[in-house]
Structures are given as structure tokens and as C-alpha cells.
């Protein structure tokens, strides 16, 4: 089936991906060591978390806190589709069952789902350029349908990304067509020697008051990291 | 009247062997109410105090918003409100409680649980989770890290007294609550959704997961009497209860009062057929009392007997045959009685209403309500079967009966 679906592949069907991977790879690389602050806020608190933060390809990530204080050291390991929390104030380490993996991650708008996913917009997704900057609005805008059996739980999902081909926006649909949540890339700025958005905002659809914001402090790319650092020994260090 | 209760009991004795026939039989309509009366009262208590009194209280008071959202931070800001409940002098018991959900496990084995933040000394007052439990003891009065868990999620997570286990929930805060915690106490609370998934812990240690100190979700109040929450509501609301939303239990749980109510209608119909047989027994006793005696009452009425005092001879005998009846059947009704409140009866497995497992054991209860409620109505009904044949009796035209058979 994939097969049949690649060879029939246009050269524009290419252009496309490679646009489509643009959104998937900001602030990822090889691997990375970045520090970032996470600020949330819902209709009942507001919370700002700094944290630190190491990733090696698409499928081993390690996310540490280091504020505030009350949470220092609670840490959050994803390798493959698995993820498990380290929670220093009673050192243990609690692996997150599949049921809760589309709760929210650290009180955020974020979901566990949204951290482990690891696989490209272009392999789970059919899509459609809808627009391009020569019609007049100087984006791309992408319109992606899940594949039959692919493992997402959206209805359709929107890339747009600007003429000069950074991100700008990913929105996310419901199957009703409702936009469930949208996420802006915004502050583009040079770290770790790219040029990339800097702060993602994360805004639900229905309490649009609410918001998570994550910004980039300081990212490094191609750090040379051992698989160790991404196992659950290093979790509780 | 002496007389005529004289006479009466002599008639009713002239056919010793159909009277006695009649009276055991109502005897044994009114052992059968007596003890099936027992029985659901009995049942009926344990109902009431498993699906009311220990599940909803008698009265309850959330957060306005709590009982549709379910949402953790609609609480209840606790700060002395319980303490002024328990001071009322209509109040017997009062808890509060503390919700929340969380993961509940170790490194690799986890489940959702439901928590159930609780002040030991008020919860046990009202449940007796104390005597449910299956293996070691119930949380300490003080918070101490300590958890209970129900029976099922126990054996699920192959955890027993003594282990610690970790819970680790979304804190309304935004932070990740957790904690961990020595399992004190397995209990098999009868809850088909608690012994599956539930763990009670001190409501601070729950407080302190949550990030809601100082509050809770609910508060459970009790009286003597379910039935008597309307006057233990207004009772409450005087505490200064503020925009709380304060009910009943019939009220927050219609499904329930309407399934305690079925109870007593279900056992109207069961007394109401027992009693409209008994009452043909009676109307053909009586009515082949005066077919047989057409001559005798014949004469009497000759001799100058009033139709009245014919009406009131019937009757009486009727009346006789009925308080017979009642003695008897208190009699075998006593001793069915008596098993039923010391032995009970055995209902094997599958006792189940709305979520929670009954002791399949029910034992009866005797209340001066129930026996009453069987005796006199049938003493009135044996009394009322015997009106028509009383009246027979009184138009009897007496040269004619005399005459006649």
C-alpha cells in the first residue's frame, strides 16, 4: 500500500513533505540540549516551569525541571512510545499507562501524546497545498486528512508555513471540522545557530483565554549524547 | 355486651373444628405477614443504611458547581463548617470528603484509582469500613501517609499490607501531585466501583496531593431517621452554610428514594393479597355460621331480639375469630420472627443493589410498627368480611326461617 502510494508520488508531492517536515523539525536535530520555560495559563492558575531538555533523533527525549522549586528534579523520559515521570519527592519512577498519555503534560495544554509522538505530519497524514505564496498571501498553507489507520486523534490538521519557509502555525480540527486547539510559532529568532520560531503557543479553541507558552532560552544542536543519558538510571540523577 | 361476647364465644365453639380451621389459617396469613414484614424491614434497614446513610448521608452539601462538573476545584472551603454541623443537636454523624483520581502503582504496575480524602473518626462513624476490612487496620487518626486500599485493585496490583505504593495525580495547581504511601489496610467495602478501584487516605495527605488545603468536596450529614431529612436540612442550613447547595438525600439521589419507596409499595400489594384471602376465609365461616343457624336466629329474633343486636352478635364473633386469628399467628409468627432476627436468611450470592454487595445474609427486624401494621388491619378486616353476613342475619324474617329448613 505505501508502496503503490509512493511510487505515484509526484516531484510536487516531495516539495510538499519537505515543507511539512519543516514544522516537524524546529528545534530538532540530531540531538539537542536546550533550556526552555514553559508558562501556562488556565482560568485557575497560572504557572511558569524552567526546565531543561535533551532529545537524540525523534524517539528519546529527557525533560527535566528545574523550577520552581516545589517541582525541581520531577522529569519526564520518552523513548519510543513509552514515557515515564521521575517524581524526586518520593524517588520513584512511574511509568505513564496508555490510558493517560492524552492527559495533560505538567498541568499544561500539552498532552503526554503531543511529547512522545515522534513520527512526521507526512506519514500519518494525506495532504493538500491549498495555498502558495504566488496566490497573493505569501504562505503555504497545507491541509492534512489522517491516513486511514493511522494512530492520530485528529479529523484534519492545517500547516502554514511562511514564504521565506518557517513555521507559522499548526491548527489542529476535531472529526466534526472544529478547531480543537491552534499552535503559533512566533519570536523567529537565530539559536543554536538556526534561524527558528523561539516561543510555540499552544491556544485551545474553547477557553481561548488560555494558553501555554514554551520559548527557547538557549538551544545547542548535534550534541554528542550517549544513549544512557535517555534511561531510567539517568532519570534520577 | 358481656353477654353477647358470652355468646358469641360459645357459638364460635359450637363448630370448634371450622373455626380453629379458619383462625389457623388466618393465624398462618398473619405469621407469613409478620415474618415477611421482618424481612423487609430488615432488608429495607440494611438498604438504608448501606445506599443512604453510609453512601449519601441524610444530608448533603457541595460547592453549587461540584455535583455536575466534578470538577476537583469546586470545593467546599472547610474552615469550621464541620465542626458547627456536628454541633447541632438533630445531627448523629457528619464527614467530610475529599475527591480526587490519580495513578495508583509502583514503577511498571499502575491504575487509576479513585481517592477518597477522609477525617478516620467521622468516616468510620458513618461507614464502618473498619469492619469490612480483609487484612490490617484502618488509617491512623493523625495524617501519615497512610492509604487503604479496596480489595480488587489490591490483588490486581499484587500489593499487600506493608508495601508502599506511589500515587501521582494532575494537582489543581498544575503541578504533579504525588506521594507515597504505606498501605495500612485492604478492605472489601461491598462497593463494586471502590473494591475495584478505590483508596481511602487521610483527607490532609489529600489535601497536601491536590494542592486544595483546607478544603473538601463533600460533606455527609446524619440524623436518627433517613426518612427525616427535610427537618435535619433546615436544621443544617442554620449552620451558616453560606452558597453551599445543601440537600437531601432523596434529593441528590432521586433513582435511590425512588428505589426505597418501591420497597414499601412492593410490600403493600404482597399484605393486601395475603389479607384478601384471609377475608374470604372469613366471609365463608361467617356466612355458613348464619346459613346454618337461619332457625335459631329466627327464634331469637321471634323472642324480641333487635336486628341491631343480631348485626352486633355476627359481628362480634367475627370479631372473636379474628383476635383468635391474631393470636395464633403472633404466636407462629413470633417464632418465625425470632429465627429470622437471630439467624436470618440466607440470600447466597448476587445480593446486589445499585453498585453495592449486601451481606447475603438479611437478618429481620421487629419493629412495634410492623407487628401492629399486620395485626390490627386484620383484625378489622375480619370484623368488616363479617358485615354482609351480619346483615343477612338481621332480615331474616323470623316465621319464615322458623319454618323453613
Same mark, same amino acid.
Given at each position: 500500500m505505501m508502496l503503490i502510494w509512493l511510487s505515484v508520488a509526484s516531484a510536487d508531492d516531495a516539495e510538499i513533505v519537505r515543507l511539512l517536515n519543516l514544522t516537524d523539525d524546529i528545534a530538532r536535530g540530531e540531538s539537542s540540549v536546550a533550556t526552555l520555560t514553559m508558562e501556562v495559563k488556565t482560568a485557575r492558575y497560572e504557572r511558569s516551569v524552567t526546565m531543561k531538555a535533551w532529545s537524540k533523533g525523534t524517539d528519546r527525549s529527557l525533560v527535566v525541571i528545574e523550577e520552581p522549586a516545589k517541582e525541581k528534579g520531577v522529569a519526564t523520559l520518552k523513548v519510543g512510545d513509552d514515557m515515564w515521570n521521575y517524581l524526586p519527592k518520593v524517588d520513584r519512577t512511574m511509568k505513564v499507562p496508555a490510558a493517560m498519555m492524552g492527559g495533560s503534560w505538567m498541568g499544561s495544554h500539552v498532552t503526554n501524546d503531543d511529547l512522545v509522538k515522534g513520527s512526521r505530519l507526512s506519514e500519518d497524514y494525506t495532504f493538500t497545498? *491549498? /495555498? &502558495?505564496?504566488? $496566490? #497573493? $498571501? =505569501?504562505r503555504y498553507v497545507i491541509e492534512l486528512v489522517p491516513k486511514p489507520d493511522a494512530p492520530v486523534v485528529w479529523g484534519k490538521v492545517q500547516v502554514v508555513i511562511s514564504e521565506a519557509e518557517i513555521p507559522v502555525s499548526t491548527e489542529f480540527y476535531d472529526e466534526g471540522g472544529d478547531l480543537v486547539r491552534s499552535m503559533l510559532y512566533q519570536d523567529v529568532k537565530t539559536i543554536g545557530g538556526r534561524e527558528m520560531p523561539s516561543t510555540f503557543l499552544v491556544v485551545p479553541a474553547d477557553a481561548p483565554e488560555e494558553y501555554t507558552k514554551i520559548s527557547y532560552g538557549d538551544i545547542q544542536f548535534d550534541v554528542d549524547l550517549?544513549? @544512557?543519558?535517555? @534511561?531510567l538510571q539517568a532519570l534520577k540523577q | 355486651m358481656k353477654f353477647l361476647v358470652a355468646v358469641a364465644w360459645r357459638n364460635l365453639w359450637r363448630q370448634s373444628r371450622r373455626s380453629l380451621l379458619t383462625a389457623s389459617a388466618m393465624g398462618i396469613a398473619v405469621a407469613m405477614c409478620l415474618a415477611s414484614v421482618a424481612l423487609v424491614d430488615g432488608m429495607y434497614g440494611a438498604f438504608a443504611d448501606a445506599? *443512604? !446513610? &453510609?453512601?449519601? #448521608?441524610h444530608v448533603q452539601l457541595h460547592n #453549587? /458547581?461540584?455535583? @455536575? !462538573?466534578? &470538577?476537583?476545584?469546586?470545593?467546599?472551603?472547610?474552615e469550621g463548617l464541620i465542626e458547627r454541623i456536628e454541633a447541632l443537636p438533630g445531627v448523629t454523624g457528619a464527614t467530610d470528603r475529599l475527591y480526587g483520581q490519580a495513578l495508583l502503582g509502583d514503577e511498571n504496575d499502575s491504575t487509576g484509582a479513585i481517592l477518597v480524602g477522609i477525617t478516620p473518626r467521622r468516616e468510620l462513624a458513618l461507614s464502618p469500613l473498619d469492619e469490612r476490612l480483609v487484612e490490617g487496620r484502618f488509617? =491512623? $487518626? /493523625? =495524617? =501519615?501517609q497512610e492509604v487503604v486500599l479496596g480489595k480488587g485493585m489490591a490483588e490486581d496490583l499484587e500489593l499487600s499490607v506493608g508495601d508502599s505504593v506511589v500515587i501521582i495525580t494532575q494537582a489543581t495547581d498544575g503541578s504533579l501531585g504525588n506521594e507515597l504511601l504505606e498501605i495500612v489496610g485492604i478492605v472489601s467495602s461491598g462497593r463494586t466501583a471502590m473494591d475495584r478501584g478505590g483508596a481511602w487516605m487521610h483527607v490532609e495527605d489529600l489535601q497536601d496531593v491536590l494542592a486544595l488545603y483546607g478544603q473538601v468536596h463533600e460533606i455527609l450529614v446524619t440524623g436518627p431517621d433517613p426518612d427525616a431529612s427535610a427537618s435535619l436540612l433546615a436544621e443544617v442550613e442554620g449552620a451558616e452554610t453560606g452558597d453551599l447547595l445543601v440537600r437531601t438525600w432523596q434529593e441528590a439521589s432521586p433513582q435511590t428514594a425512588q428505589m426505597m419507596g418501591m420497597q414499601d409499595a412492593s410490600m403493600a400489594i404482597f399484605i393486601a393479597i395475603i389479607f384478601g384471602v384471609a377475608s374470604l376465609g372469613v366471609l365463608n365461616t361467617m356466612l355458613m355460621a348464619v346459613f346454618e343457624r337461619t332457625r335459631e336466629l329466627g327464634l331469637m329474633k321471634a323472642l324480641g331480639m333487635t336486628p341491631l343486636r343480631v348485626v352486633a352478635l355476627v359481628l362480634t364473633e367475627a370479631a372473636l375469630l379474628g383476635l383468635l386469628s391474631c393470636v395464633l399467628g403472633a404466636i407462629l409468627g413470633g417464632l418465625l420472627d425470632w429465627y429470622l432476627v437471630t439467624e436470618g436468611l440466607d440470600f447466597g450470592d448476587g445480593l446486589e443493589q445499585m453498585g453495592v454487595t449486601f451481606d447475603p445474609i438479611i437478618k429481620g427486624e421487629v419493629t412495634l410498627k410492623g407487628v401492629v401494621g399486620v395485626l390490627v388491619p386484620l383484625f378489622f378486616i375480619c370484623v368488616l368480611a363479617a358485615v354482609w353476613p351480619a346483615i343477612r342475619a338481621a332480615r331474616l324474617r323470623p316465621v319464615e326461617s322458623m319454618r323453613g329448613l
Open positions: 497545498l *491549498v /495555498e &502558495q505564496p504566488q $496566490d #497573493g $498571501d =505569501a550517549p544513549d @544512557s543519558t535517555f @534511561s | 445506599l *443512604v !446513610t &453510609q453512601s449519601l #448521608g #453549587g /458547581e461540584y455535583p @455536575s !462538573t466534578k &470538577q476537583p476545584w469546586h470545593t467546599i472551603d472547610d488509617l =491512623a $487518626d /493523625e =495524617a =501519615a
